[in-house]
């Protein structure tokens, strides 16, 4: 199995373009034999908080038409794709949300960040549950930015049959996460790691990307690097993932 991690810079708000860009790369990730490919945190708006808040149109219910290119190109490559945005409750406030679509266009999961950061509190109500979702016959696990920085988040994902472990965040040029957190979540648990970043401006400073793929044992197998749209694409043998991944591995940048 391959599995890849989409970057490029969201448009704040504008979720059309947004779609198309998240549409471009996951035709691009199927071209290269990925069955996964994943984006970052608020990907669908971008990380305006104050952007948000104001704009209760910008959130998502989980069969949103807006949606619907991006359910096209899962359904057309037969692949899935995890989306992070702002999505509907029946409260009055939103979630931030991964909305997991699968290979025939349907939702697939939905996973709610549990832990959130700072002044998310103030926009979001936190999710209860940990994200699951089973794809080709292994089970992934979900976290967002930073539920990352829990060590029982990876814990309990390997103690539940988990045998990847995909991170949709929004990581600053400044954080430490890329050094002190994903690699060390993938060798303490022996989990493949898969890592997708914002690239550009944001809520919490500018984000160079870095999208990225760790093996089992901390291992760097593919990174996006500092290009968007880009994307990290690394091969990870579905029956082989607990005694380590086939290193095949590779970064791509869908315009050159």
Same mark, same amino acid.
Do not use: D, Q
């Given at each position: 199995m391959k599995i890849a991690a989409g970057q490029f810079t969201s448009v704040p708000g504008d979720?059309?373009?947004n779609v198309d860009s998240m549409r471009g790369l996951v035709r691009a990730?199927?071209?290269q034999g990925a069955a996964l490919?994943?984006?970052c945190e608020l990907a669908v708006t971008g990380y305006d908080l104050d952007l948000i808040a104001g704009r209760p149109e910008l959130w998502l219910s989980e069969d949103d038409r807006r949606l619907e290119p991006l359910r096209e190109a899962c359904r057309a490559t037969s692949t899935a794709a995890l989306v992070g945005c702002a999505a509907r409750t029946s409260g009055p406030r939103p979630t931030i949300a991964a909305l997991v679509i699968g290979p025939d266009g349907e939702l697939l999961a939905r996973y709610d960040k549990t832990h959130l950061y700072g002044e998310e509190n103030d926009v979001f109500t936190a999710g209860t549950r940990d994200g699951r979702f089973t794809l080709d016959g292994v089970r992934f696990a979900v976290a967002v930015c930073y539920d990352n920085r829990f060590p029982d988040v990876a814990e309990r994902a390997k103690a539940d049959g988990c045998r990847v472990y995909v991170a949709s965040s929004v990581l600053d040029e400044h954080n430490d996460s890329f050094e002190r957190v994903y690699p060390v979540r993938a060798r303490d648990n022996a989990l493949p790691? =898969?890592?997708a970043n914002a690239m550009g401006p944001s809520g919490v400073g500018d984000c160079l990307g870095g999208s990225?793929?760790?093996?089992p044992d901390g291992v760097l197998l593919a990174t996006a690097g500092t290009e968007a749209p880009a994307l990290a694409v690394a091969r990870i043998p579905a029956?082989? =993932?607990a005694a380590g991944p086939d290193r095949a591995a590779s970064a791509h940048s869908p315009g050159g």
């Open positions: 979720i059309g373009a990730a199927a071209g490919v994943a984006f790691v =898969l890592l990225a793929v760790w093996g029956g082989r =993932l």
